[in-house]
T-cell receptor, first 117, second 112 residues
Framework: GAVVSQHPSWVICKSGTSVKIECRSL??????MFWYRQFPKQSLMLMAT?????????EQGVEKDKFLINHASLTLSTLTVTSAHPEDSSFYIC?????????????FGQGTRLTVV | QQQVKQSPQSLIVQKGGISIINCAYE??????FPWYQQFPGKGPALLIA?????SEKKEGRFTISFNKSAKQFSLHIMDSQPGDSATYFC???????????FGKGTRLSVIA
């Protein structure tokens, strides 16, 4: 199946600093990518939809100024957590759908464990 | 508003047994119903998916059963193994390049 690669797998940062997470579609072009957040023992919650060449669409309650999304190419989207605080500690996962097949399967990155200290 | 309801929340199955996880949805516009397996600290991995024009799909030990009229779909894991112990999520999406809506997940433990 198609591969979505996410980097880094984990990161520890100090409160007040910013962290960038990269998401790449390795063998297909993704005009749209999705960013999810997952707290321990909970399901995935959609944060935002990243659109190549245009502004991201954020879900209700997600601060767009804190979670900056850039989708500069058809294979790369980045999520920057700005001025991170301990409450931002979570598991962040990106996803993209491969539009090339009969069914647009949705694939996920490996996830990024963010710990803010 | 949760659009996909998943049950049970947790499940314990004997090795070699059948694991069954159920999901129900409300939005009749959904046209894609995947199941994902997630191990701790990892992203969800696509197991199997179905479209509403098919009532059943089988891939190896994994089978999706789909009941369009009841707006329900389920995952059956045959000959369950300890390595299947993980969290399973059902999901659904609208047509097009749209995000998935997830169920709350089922923690499966397969014991020897």
């Amino acid at each position: 199946g198609a591969v979505v690669s996410q980097h880094p797998s984990w990161v520890i940062c100090k409160s007040g600093t910013s962290v960038k997470i990269e998401c790449r579609s390795l063998d297909f072009q993704a005009t749209t990518m999705f960013w999810y957040r997952q707290f321990p023992k909970q399901s995935l919650m959609l944060m935002a939809t990243s659109n190549e060449g245009s502004k991201a669409t954020y879900e209700q309650g997600v601060e767009k100024d804190k979670f900056l999304i850039n989708h500069a190419s058809l294979t790369l989207s980045t999520l920057t957590v700005t001025s991170a605080h301990p409450e931002d500690s979570s598991f962040y996962i990106c996803s993209a759908r491969d539009q090339g097949g009969a069914i647009p399967e949705a694939f996920f990155g490996q996830g990024t464990r963010l710990t803010v200290v | 508003q949760q659009q996909v309801k998943q049950s049970p929340q947790s499940l314990i199955v004997q090795k070699g047994g059948i694991s069954i996880i159920n999901c129900a949805y409300e939005n009749t516009a959904f046209d894609y119903f995947p199941w994902y397996q997630q191990f701790p600290g990892k992203g969800p991995a696509l197991l199997i998916a179905i479209r509403p024009d098919v009532s059943e799909k089988k891939e190896g030990r994994f089978t999706i059963s789909f009941n369009k009229s009841a707006k329900q779909f389920s995952l059956h894991i045959m000959d369950s193994q300890p390595g299947d112990s993980a969290t399973y999520f059902c999901a659904a999406s609208n047509p097009g390049n749209t995000p998935l809506v997830f169920g709350k997940g089922t923690r499966l433990s397969v014991i020897a």
